[in-house]
């Protein structure tokens, strides 16, 4: 009862304005604190329930401050708040953002396995850092280049809400040199960001900092309380035969990765040069097919396109024209393989329709030239046929009006032969045959006649120098060649 003034004058203290007052444990902190007052709370229970490593645990109270709970309040008349509970967070491992905004939900990340993470070096989110934004605790070292940065682009994206642009767009990275061996060891560079990069409170140079465990890293300013302040953690040695495991497994799957891509790329060019062969290969077809048969449609005479192809006996075809020329000079043998050519050629159509249909796909010069030397042939062809009709009915009327004409069978003077000789030159083909039967000289009378008669005819003919004397067969196919040429 003696103490009752001195308690009333300690509680009229409390309550005054601007002050500040130790609540008992177990009490809750009020909820209006003054700006210059620091906290030093209780490690909450997500950090005492860190994962471990080894054995080790991954949190570390900040050192000196208080295991039990405490608070502050102004006036007794606050109304005691519970404290808000810390946010869940999840490790992330680089590649994924470090960093979330508001509403993004850092539990959708998948956790690493023991097995994966066992061996591998990590950052440990400071117990003192306070984040504006959602940090992961544990971002994990798996790479050979870990970045970070504000750009979405890095391993690891950190944001300030509190400063913006603190953190640069690519702020700084984390090296390993000589991974999997016992000489490896972590490097942290400044990628000339803005506010820079400390270890252990000092500027991380221009060449590098080599990390070791326990290490703490700050990212930007220096506040109060830090923002993004992480603790580097190395793996045991025990763990290098896993972490070489790991590094193996990840620089295979980057390979395979790139790998991909080559193949994908080398499909894509592939399609792209098959396109182009085939255009190529379309294009130029017409061309190719016309360069390989072009030397088997072509005379060999004349070198050029057949026009009204004629075939003989050995099988080689020429321009009508031009094969009919040849063997009015007495050459009866074929200009391509020297074998004799005991009848007439033969017309071939189907050789000049394809002609035809080959000069089509040519150029307009080639094919008006064609197109010219057809026209020709085509004339020659006409003359010869009316002078035929014109020679014919001359005959006829000949015959009707009973005129007498020199006889194959018999013997002719020399001026006789001179006479026929002088008319029958003009002609050749039908023409010349139609003449010649004025004399009774026709293919029938050819088959028929005996060797005396055919001996007669080759008399009559001037023909006794070169087949006089020849087996009755040889003489046979040379007065038929006569009816055509001479």
Same mark, same amino acid.
């Given at each position: 009862? *003696?103490?009752?003034? *001195?308690?009333?004058?300690?509680?009229?203290?409390?309550?005054?304005?601007?002050?500040?007052?130790?609540?008992?444990?177990?009490?809750?902190?009020?909820?209006?604190?003054?700006?210059?007052?620091?906290?030093?709370?209780?490690?909450?229970?997500?950090?005492?329930?860190?994962?471990?490593?080894?054995?080790?645990?991954?949190?570390?109270?900040?050192?000196?401050?208080?295991?039990?709970?405490?608070?502050?309040?102004?006036?007794?008349?606050?109304?005691?708040?519970?404290?808000?509970?810390?946010?869940?967070? $999840?490790?992330?491992?680089?590649?994924?953002?470090?960093?979330?905004?508001?509403?993004?939900?850092?539990?959708?990340?998948?956790?690493?396995?023991?097995?994966?993470?066992?061996?591998?070096?990590?950052?440990?989110?400071?117990?003192?850092?306070?984040?504006?934004?959602?940090?992961?605790?544990?971002?994990?070292?798996?790479?050979?280049?870990? $970045?970070?940065?504000?750009?979405?682009?890095?391993?690891?994206?950190?944001?300030?809400?509190?400063?913006?642009?603190?953190?640069?767009?690519?702020?700084?990275?984390?090296?390993?040199?000589?991974?999997?061996?016992?000489?490896?060891?972590?490097?942290?560079? +400044?990628?000339?960001?803005?506010?820079?990069?400390?270890?252990?409170?000092?500027?991380?140079?221009?060449?590098?900092?080599?990390?070791?465990?326990? +290490?703490?890293?700050?990212?930007?300013?220096?506040?109060?309380?830090?923002?993004?302040?992480?603790?580097?953690?190395?793996?045991?040695?025990? *763990?290098?035969?896993?972490?070489?495991?790991?590094?193996?497994?990840?620089?295979?799957?980057?390979?395979?990765?790139?790998?991909?891509?080559?193949?994908?790329?080398?499909?894509?060019?592939?399609?792209?040069?098959?396109?182009?062969?085939?255009?190529?290969?379309?294009?130029?077809?017409?061309?190719?097919?016309?360069?390989?048969?072009?030397?088997?449609?072509?005379?060999?005479?004349?070198?050029?396109?057949?026009?009204?192809?004629?075939?003989?006996?050995?099988?080689?075809?020429?321009?009508?024209?031009?094969?009919?020329?040849?063997?009015?000079?007495?050459?009866?043998?074929?200009?391509?393989?020297?074998?004799?050519? $005991?009848?007439?050629?033969?017309?071939?159509?189907?050789?000049?329709?394809?002609?035809?249909?080959?000069?089509?796909?040519?150029?307009?010069?080639?094919?008006?030239?064609?197109?010219?030397?057809?026209? $020709?042939?085509?004339?020659?062809?006409?003359?010869?046929?009316?002078?035929?009709?014109?020679?014919?009915?001359?005959?006829?009327?000949?015959?009707?009006?009973?005129?007498?004409?020199?006889?194959?069978?018999?013997?002719?003077?020399?001026?006789?032969?001179?006479?026929?000789?002088?008319?029958?030159?003009?002609?050749?083909?039908?023409?010349?045959?139609?003449?010649?039967?004025?004399?009774?000289?026709?293919?029938?009378?050819?088959?028929?006649? +005996?060797?005396?008669?055919?001996?007669?005819?080759?008399?009559?003919?001037?023909?006794?120098?070169?087949?006089?004397?020849?087996?009755?067969?040889?003489?046979?196919?040379?007065?038929?060649?006569?009816?055509?040429?001479?």
């Amino acid at each position: 009862m *003696a103490n009752e003034p *001195a308690r009333k004058r300690a509680r009229s203290k409390l309550s005054a304005p601007g002050t500040a007052a130790l609540v008992q444990p177990g009490t809750a902190a009020p909820r209006f604190l003054p700006a210059n007052i620091v906290i030093d709370e209780e490690v909450p229970d997500q950090e005492r329930s860190k994962p471990q490593v080894d054995g080790r645990s991954m949190a570390t109270p900040a050192r000196g401050a208080p295991s039990g709970r405490s608070a502050v309040g102004t006036g007794s008349g606050a109304t005691p708040a519970p404290a808000p509970p810390a946010p869940e967070t $999840t490790p992330v491992e680089p590649g994924t953002r470090g960093v979330t905004g508001p509403g993004e939900n850092l539990g959708s990340h998948e956790t690493p396995s023991t097995e994966t993470c066992r061996g591998l070096a990590f950052l440990r989110l400071s117990s003192q850092s306070q984040p504006s934004m959602n940090v992961s605790p544990l971002i994990y070292l798996n790479k050979e280049v870990v $970045t970070f940065g504000r750009l979405p682009s890095n391993d690891i994206v950190l944001d300030s809400k509190r400063m913006p642009q603190m953190i640069s767009r690519a702020h700084g990275r984390v090296q390993i040199r000589q991974p999997g061996s016992a000489q490896q060891e972590w490097i942290i560079s +400044d990628c000339g960001s803005m506010n820079g990069i400390t270890v252990n409170g000092e500027a991380v140079p221009s060449e590098g900092k080599s990390l070791r465990t326990g +290490d703490v890293i700050s990212f930007g300013r220096r506040t109060h309380p830090p923002e993004f302040e992480f603790v580097f953690e190395a793996p045991p040695g025990g *763990a290098l035969e896993a972490q070489q495991e790991v590094f193996a497994a990840s620089e295979q799957m980057q390979r395979i990765t790139e790998l991909e891509k080559e193949l994908k790329a080398q499909r894509e060019q592939n399609h792209v040069q098959a396109e182009e062969a085939l255009k190529r290969r379309q294009g130029s077809r017409t061309a190719l097919n016309i360069s390989e048969i072009s030397s088997e449609l072509a005379c060999c005479i004349c070198r050029d396109w057949l026009v009204h192809a004629a075939t003989i006996e050995c099988s080689h075809s020429f321009c009508h024209s031009c094969i009919d020329r040849w063997l009015q000079t007495k050459q009866f043998v074929c200009p391509v393989c020297r074998k004799e050519v $005991t009848r007439e050629p033969v017309r071939t159509r189907a050789v000049d329709t394809l002609c035809e249909k080959t000069v089509g796909r040519l150029s307009e010069t080639e094919k008006a030239d064609y197109q010219e030397r057809l026209s $020709t042939a085509e004339a020659s062809e006409a003359r010869n046929r009316k002078l035929l009709k014109d020679l014919q009915q001359s005959v006829d009327e000949a015959i009707k009006g009973g005129k007498n004409f020199f006889s194959i069978n018999q013997n002719w003077r020399k001026r006789d032969k001179e006479l026929f000789a002088q008319g029958v030159k003009e002609y050749t083909g039908c023409a010349r045959e139609t003449y010649c039967r004025l004399t009774g000289l026709t293919v029938q009378w050819v088959h028929s006649a +005996d060797e005396d008669k055919l001996n007669q005819a080759l008399h009559n003919l001037a023909l006794t120098d070169k087949i006089f004397g020849r087996p009755v067969e040889e003489i046979r196919r040379r007065l038929l060649m006569y009816l055509q040429y001479g």
